[in-house]
């Protein structure tokens, strides 16, 4: 399996994950993008729109608790931080708008290709 980006490239582009916890995460947010391409990231491997997609999710998916919640905002004084919690803000919905937003429509079409 491809790992779409690599940790430096996290890095350059603002990542805030420590390099242990991006290697966990990068493996399934690029199984996703994979998935949801249809394979079609996997020949655009070296694409820069596919590294920041991965970078995105990256972040996505280590947000997300263990009970499906999305982080919403965090403080650092006094330290505070609110959780979203419905259909429109799931982890998968937040995963599939960064694909939406990064990747070519073209890659994410499910049909029956016309020529």
């Not at 390099?19 to 694409?47: L, M, P, V």
């Not at 609110?82 to 694909?99: D, F, G, K, L, M």
């Amino acid at each position: 399996m491809i790992i779409f980006a690599d940790y430096e490239f996290y890095k350059s582009v603002g990542g805030e994950l420590s390099e242990n916890e991006f290697g966990k995460i990068a493996a399934k947010a690029s199984a996703y993008i994979d998935k949801i391409t249809f394979g079609r990231a996997s020949e655009h491997a070296d694409d820069e729109r596919v590294k920041r997609c991965c970078c995105e999710l990256c972040d996505t998916l280590s947000a997300a608790t263990s009970s499906g919640q999305i982080k919403q905002s965090e403080s650092v004084g006094s330290w505070s931080v609110t959780y979203a919690n419905s259909e429109n803000t799931s982890e998968a919905n937040y995963a599939r708008a960064t694909c939406r937003v990064w990747l070519p429509a073209d890659w994410l079409y499910r049909g029956v290709g016309r020529e």
